[in-house]
């Protein structure tokens, strides 16, 4: 990032970005841990901040999931492709739970709006597009 682009950040991304500059390449990745204390940053908002720095500001920070885990400035080609392969491998997990619960919740939601639509014919409410009339009393 250059000198000019860092005069667009905040002082919590400044703080992360000084400290993620001194972690560069995977052998020198920095746990959230240590990274949140480096900074005085909680851990929550050092996710967001990183996430910020990647998608807002172009940089190249990776994470790895296996010792040393931790973020880095990426610095390799390889460390790049391993990066964005961990991203995918999470964006295919999080796409498989979505499909099982909407599997799973699918029955929930069915009976819930079939005890609604009950409910609704019961008090007379419209159901269906169709209004119930009552007869007038004789």
Not at 95 to 121: H, T, Y
């Given at each position: ?11 919590e ?49 990776g ?10 400035v ?6 790049l ?17 979505i ?13 819930q709006?079939?005890m609604d ?22």
């Amino acid at each position: 990032m250059s000198r000019r682009a860092t005069t667009d950040l905040s002082p919590e991304e400044l703080a992360v970005w000084a400290v993620l500059n001194r972690h560069r390449g995977r052998i020198s990745a920095i746990g959230l841990d240590a990274l949140s204390m480096a900074t005085g940053v909680p851990e929550r908002t050092v996710q967001h901040v990183v996430s910020h720095l990647i998608e807002r500001h172009g940089c190249a920070i990776g994470s790895a999931v296996t010792k040393p885990m931790g973020y880095f400035v990426i610095e390799t080609e390889a460390e790049l492709t391993e990066s964005v392969s961990q991203l995918l491998h999470r964006l295919t997990a999080l796409a498989r739970r979505i499909a099982a619960l909407k599997k799973s919740a699918a029955p929930l939601v069915l009976n819930q709006l079939a005890m609604d639509l009950g409910e609704a014919a019961r008090l007379g409410a419209p159901v269906g597009g169709r209004v119930k009339m009552e007869k007038p009393a004789a």
